[in-house]
């Protein structure tokens, strides 16, 4: 009623408006709770009446998660009261999959888990079940459309989802699968290569590197093409990871792959191992430089702290059995007394060294060395390396190598 010109409520409006503000706030309050427990303590959530839909899938998920998947009949009715409650749930789709599949009906499951993932496409425990359960039913297309979404959610699984690729690489199927998806350029492609060479064949992953696109990051692509080389080498294979090698080569580059390749250190394009491997570490440090007052414009310098020895620099190089003259030019470009040693090593993939060439004496003048090699059936595939040594005197030791080649003839 209205008393001066003001409404004053009833007993019954001052009843109904303190019942709604009652109402309301708890209403608030509720949904503050809910917040805050349903992820962290789904069993607190619930008991703020009506419970909501996803602290009952959260309970119902930490049950499952606790009893090691099993899902009991208390679980089933959490997951169908969260479905209920909030029909656009993804979760309790998920664990109804769970449940059907552990039953034996696969192919309702997959629908199950499908459906899940379109209500919540950033679901780990759905985007990992439909790829095992792709890869299981020899749905390999369906199991590679996975590999991304389920790996961006959870980057530490890639090399477990990798180790599984590398697996049906050895399919028919599986390969034909992985063919048409890695020519898309999918951004997993190099952990594929790198993980792959564990358990797939070689000459399978050399295919498959045959479909990669040509605008692919050229950083990845040798990454990528060293993996397959590495493992074509290991499989006692290296004449045809060398003619695969040369084959990526530009075309104006393959004639020059005889012998040691880009012996000037000029930045030839190619991957390793067939292309120098230059160290930066604690050993020492090996960069390709311009030099203008050198005839060959280039040159690796080297930096050896003379503390470790190691290797610098490698190259593998294959080459037909024969007589070879290994010959390099070289110069100091530091002063005063050094205390290790610098020298070039050939030797077979299998381990036998078969030629050492010392760089000493250096002075600061190019210095021409040479040292003859033979290359024995068997022994193809060589590794030419430079290895640092240290002496009885710490010091550094800095020099310049350029025109290293393996030249037929005694």
Same mark, same amino acid.
């Given at each position: 009623m209205i008393e001066g010109g003001r409404y004053v409520p009833s007993n019954g409006a001052r009843i109904a408006l303190l019942s709604g503000a009652l109402v309301f706030g708890w209403i608030a309050v509720r949904a503050a709770a809910q917040a805050s427990f349903q992820n962290d303590a789904p069993q607190l959530a619930v008991q703020f009446w009506p419970a909501n839909g996803q602290s009952l899938a959260v309970l119902a998920s930490r049950r499952v998660a606790s009893a090691s998947g099993e899902i009991d009949d208390a679980t089933r009715v959490l997951y169908r009261s969260a479905l209920a409650r909030a029909?656009?749930?993804?979760?309790?789709?998920?664990?109804?999959?769970?449940?059907?599949? %552990?039953?034996? +009906?696969? =192919?309702?499951?997959?629908?199950?888990?499908?459906?899940?993932? =379109?209500?919540?496409?950033?679901?780990?425990l759905v985007r990992f079940w439909l790829f095992d359960h792709f890869v299981r039913s020899?749905?390999?297309?369906?199991?590679?459309?996975?590999?991304?979404?389920?790996?961006?959610?959870?980057?530490?699984?890639?090399?477990?989802?990798?180790?599984?690729?590398?697996?049906?690489?050895? =399919? %028919? +199927?599986?390969?034909?699968?992985?063919?048409?998806?890695?020519?898309?350029?999918?951004?997993?492609?190099?952990?594929?290569?790198?993980?792959?060479?564990?358990?797939?064949?070689?000459?399978?992953?050399? %295919?498959?590197?045959?479909?990669?696109? +040509?605008?692919? +990051?050229?950083t990845a692509a040798m990454d990528e093409q060293r993996a397959v080389f590495y493992?074509?080498?290991?499989?006692?294979?290296?004449?045809?990871?060398?003619?695969?090698?040369?084959?990526?080569?530009?075309?104006?580059?393959?004639?020059?792959?005889?012998?040691?390749?880009?012996?000037?250190?000029?930045?030839?394009?190619?991957?390793?191992?067939?292309?120098?491997?230059?160290?930066?570490?604690?050993?020492?440090? %090996?960069?390709t430089v311009e030099a203008s007052d050198l005839p060959q414009t280039t040159a690796l310098d080297v930096r050896y702290f003379g503390s470790t020895g190691g290797v610098l620099a490698e190259q593998y190089v294959y080459a037909s059995p024969g007589a070879y003259q290994?010959?390099?030019?070289?110069?100091?470009?530091?002063?005063?007394?050094?205390?290790g040693r610098l020298s070039m090593e050939l030797r077979c993939v299998s381990g036998n060294v078969i030629a050492t060439l010392p760089l000493d004496p250096l002075d600061t003048q190019l210095r021409r060395l040479s040292t003859p090699v033979q290359v024995t059936p068997g022994c193809e595939m060589l590794r030419v390396r430079l290895m640092a040594t240290p002496g009885e005197m710490f010091s550094e030791i800095e020099a310049q190598i350029t025109g290293v080649a393996l030249v037929p003839g005694s």
């Open positions: 029909p656009m749930l993804s979760d309790p789709l998920a664990l109804a999959g769970l449940d059907v599949a %552990a039953a034996g +009906d696969l =192919d309702r499951a997959e629908r199950l888990m499908i459906a899940a993932r =379109d209500r919540n496409p950033r679901s780990s020899g749905q390999y297309t369906l199991a590679l459309d996975e590999v991304g979404p389920a790996i961006r959610l959870e980057p530490e699984a890639i090399t477990a989802v990798m180790t599984v690729l590398g697996a049906i690489a050895n =399919d %028919a +199927d599986g390969q034909a699968a992985l063919a048409k998806k890695l020519a898309t350029g999918p951004f997993w492609s190099t952990a594929f290569f790198q993980t792959a060479v564990n358990n797939a064949s070689p000459n399978t992953l050399l %295919a498959l590197l045959s479909v990669r696109p +040509d605008n692919l +990051d050229r493992a074509l080498i290991k499989a006692g294979q290296g004449a045809r990871a060398f003619q695969a090698w040369r084959q990526l080569l530009p075309e104006s580059y393959r004639t020059r792959a005889q012998g040691v390749y880009d012996g000037n250190f000029g930045g030839w394009p190619g991957a390793q191992p067939f292309n120098w491997t230059l160290q930066q570490g604690n050993i020492g440090t %090996a960069r290994f010959q390099l030019a070289a110069r100091r470009r530091s002063q005063g007394a050094t205390g």
